[in-house]
C-alpha cells in the first residue's frame, strides 16, 4: 500500500552553527569553528521525513537572495516536494545563530525574515497542495492567525493533524485546538501549555490531561534522554529513548516529529511510529547539525536491528 500524503507547514532558515567548547555566559568570548546548515523546524521536519522515503510537500516562504536559494536547493536534494514553497523578491530568509558545546548542549536565536509575514490567504492557497487523506504537520513558527486558519481547513480537507507546539505562542483559537489529532511538545513548551512541571514519566502524565483539556485528540510528549509519553481517550502509555553517545542535540525534536508523521503516513501503529520516532532523533543526536543529522530508512533499520 502506498504512503499517505504528508505535508509540513513551518520555517525554514539558514543555521550559523558555532562549534564551542562549552556554552558562553552573558559577556564572555568564546573562540569557536563556523559551519553554515540548513534548517528551520519545519524543513528538519519535512527533511526527517523524506529521508524515510515518503515525499513530503513543504509550506514555507523564502527570501529571493542566496541563503534562500541554498535552502530551496537543499530541500529538493533531501527529496522534500517545494512546489508550494513561496520565493519572496525583497524579503531576507529566516536565519538562526546556533552554538553547540561538546556536551550536546546547545543555544539558538532567530530571525525569522520572511517566515515571519505567512498570512492566512497565503495559507489557504497553499492549502491547495494538501492532498486528499493527508496528514498534515505544522510547528508554531508561523504566525498563529495563519496556523487557526490552517487548523480550520480541517474541516473541509479532512486531513490528520499534527502539531508541535513549539515555539509556543499565545492566541491559538480553542476551535483550532478542537481540530488538533497530536500535540507533540516537549518538556519546556508542555510546561508553558499546561504550568506543569514535567521532569518524569508521572508528571508527563499529568501534563498530558491537561494538554487534552485544550481540545486535541491526543497528546504525546518528549522528553529528552528519558523518551516520550502517548495519551489519548483510550490509551496512555510511555516508550523509553535509545541510549546512545550525544554529540548534539539540535533539531532531535524535529527528527522526532518528521519520523512520526511519516511513519503514520507509512501507515504504522501509534506505538510503532512513536517507537520509529524515537530511533530517528536518538541516530539524530548522535551527529551534528539539523538536516544533515537525519537518518536514511536504511540506517534506522540497520539500528532498530
Ligand atoms: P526538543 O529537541 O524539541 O527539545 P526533546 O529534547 O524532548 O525535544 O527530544 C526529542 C526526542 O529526541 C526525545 O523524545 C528522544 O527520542 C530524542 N532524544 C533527545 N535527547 C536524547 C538523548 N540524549 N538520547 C536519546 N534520545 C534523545
Redesign the pocket.
Known sequence: MSPRPLMFFGTTNLDLCFNVERLPTPGESLMGSLKQNAGGKGANQAVAAARLGVRPSFYTRIGDDDAGRSLLQALREAGVRVEAIEVCPGEISGSALVLVGDD?SNMIVIDPGANANVTPSMVEKAAEFIERDAIVVAEMGMPVPALNHLFALKSIKGFDLIFNP?PVRAGLSSAAWRNVDFVTP???EAFELTGVQVHDFDSAAHAAGKLLDLGPRAALI????Q??YYADASATFALR????K?VD?T??????NGAFAASLAHRLSIREAIKK??AV??L??TRRGAQSSMPSSWAVDEFLK
Open positions: 550536546g513549539a516537549n518538556q519546556t518528549t522528553l529528552g534522554a523518551g516520550a529513548a535509545f541510549p546512545v550525544v542535540t533539531a532531535a525534536g524535529d527528527a522526532f520516532a524515537l532523533a536518538a539524530c543526536v
